[in-house]
């Protein structure tokens, strides 16, 4: 490339993302859900269950966390 053709900045990895959403290794993106340590003793056992395991972020979602991502 010469210098004068300009080529478009990398895009960085916005950390708060990458922090809360995990990509598997088929591409798909993960998520915990909300509200999980908030008053967390006096749920009940069930809910506090529920919170342990991880979701599949929303198809309207998606796009925009993989674009932060990079």
Request: charged share 35%; hydrophobic share 30%; no cysteine.
């Amino acid at each position: 490339m010469s210098k004068k053709e300009s080529k478009l900045p990398k895009l960085k990895t916005h950390k708060g993302v990458a922090a809360r959403f995990k990509r598997t290794g088929t591409g798909k993106l993960l998520r915990m859900k909300g509200h999980r340590s908030h008053l967390r003793r006096k749920k009940p056992a069930k809910v506090r269950r529920q919170f342990s395991g991880k979701l599949a972020v929303s198809p309207a979602d998606a796009g925009r966390i993989r674009r932060l991502l990079g």
